[in-house]
């Protein structure tokens, strides 16, 4: 795909939602940290029901330090693997309170060295909580990337690699977002919805479908 294409697909996302947001509820980095701890393997509907729950009566490290493995899986139950996110968000918050006085670091060091965080949590945190260029690839990133072929790769690193440096700069604080409501509404894994597709002159996708 050439540049042109590229910028062009970028202006339309922009065009169409020029302040995309993630579609976890949170208010402070904290929040979205551990709801982006709790979503691996879960929907985001489905993190946000528990954490309506968990916030109002524990919404800090220290907080939810208090409630404990068994108090904390009160809470939030009906995630997938809730029993081994409960562990990890306890010694994260354990973590947070000793090492960086219950502050949520603006690091992907600090922040990959807690529990339950991996570099896709992590650029999901310095993207959205503190603003920094990162691209965090998921499976719709991923598969979007590869079927339109604005940055095809083999593995997740890869596109994320190519990403940072195919994305024109002035969209790609907000790309994430914009990639990843595309692959969710629209360019779905099993049948994606071409005919009403913003951007399917553009995408170089071989096999599109007629209907929308």
């Known amino acids: 795909m050439n540049a042109e294409k590229r910028r062009e697909i970028f202006r339309r996302f922009h065009e169409d939602n020029p302040e995309p947001k993630t579609e976890l509820a949170y208010s402070t980095p904290f929040e979205l940290l551990i709801a982006v701890i709790l979503s691996a393997q879960a929907t985001d509907v489905g993190v946000n029901k528990a954490t309506a729950r968990l916030y109002p009566v524990a919404n800090t490290p220290q907080a939810i330090l208090a409630l404990g493995v068994d108090g904390l899986e009160q ?14 968000v306890i010694e994260t918050c354990r973590i947070l309170v000793e090492r960086h006085g219950g502050q949520v670091p603006d690091n992907r060091e600090a ?92 995408c170089e996708y071989k096999h599109k479908t007629s209907d929308d």
């Open 75 to 88: 809470y939030i139950k009906t995630i997938g693997l809730y029993r081994s996110k409960a562990k990890n």
């Open 111 to 202: 922040l990959e060295a807690l529990p339950g965080v991996g570099r896709k949590t992590a650029n999901v945190v310095l993207n959205t909580a503190f603003r920094q260029l990162t691209m965090a690839v998921d499976t719709h990133i991923f598969r979007v990337a590869n079927r339109t072929n604005i940055a095809p790769g083999k593995n997740v690193l890869e596109v994320e690699r190519r990403l940072l440096r195919l994305v024109p700069r002035e969209y790609l604080l907000d790309a994430h977002h914009w990639l990843i409501l595309h692959g969710r509404y629209v360019c779905k894994a099993r049948k994606p919805q071409c005919g009403s597709c913003r951007i399917e002159d553009l």
